[in-house]
């Protein structure tokens, strides 16, 4: 089992960017496929990006690619998502997730959730 947190949303302008990180902690790190979610009030949780369990692969929804960079350091038991060139149809409030299977982009492959970080851009 493994326990995450996320940081570092927040306030931003529209153009501005964010790095959010996701602090795992129990079972190795490095045994999960990691990804990152998003939810809008009233919508339903969306796909952002995934990375496999070594980070060497990366998978990015359409909407995010060339603006969002997903990594992780599993020295630090840490992933990260960097947001750039943020748009107000990106606030929402991102999760982090593991899964112990293959990285994907279904909400449904992962076992193991963190409580969440507000980001809101401002137009």
């Known amino acids: 089992q493994v326990q995450l947190v996320e940081s570092g949303g927040g306030l931003v302008q529209a153009g501005g960017s964010l790095r959010l990180s996701c602090a795992a902690s129990?079972?190795?790190?490095?045994?999960?496929?990691m990804g990152w979610f998003r939810q809008a009030p009233g919508k339903e949780r969306e796909f952002v990006a995934t990375?496999?369990?070594?980070?060497?692969?990366?998978t990015y929804a359409a909407s995010m690619e060339g603006r969002f960079t997903i990594s992780r350091d599993n020295t630090k038991n840490t992933m990260f998502l960097q947001m750039n060139s943020l748009k107000p149809e990106d606030t929402a409030v991102y999760y982090c997730?593991?899964?112990?299977?293959?990285?994907?982009?279904?909400?449904?492959?992962?076992?193991?959730w963190g409580q969440g970080t507000q980001v809101t851009v401002s137009s």
């Open positions: 129990g079972r190795t790190f490095s045994s999960y496929a």
């Open positions: 997730a593991a899964t112990s299977q293959i990285y994907s982009d279904s909400a449904s492959e992962y076992a193991y």
């Open positions: 990375t496999t369990r070594s980070g060497r692969s990366t």
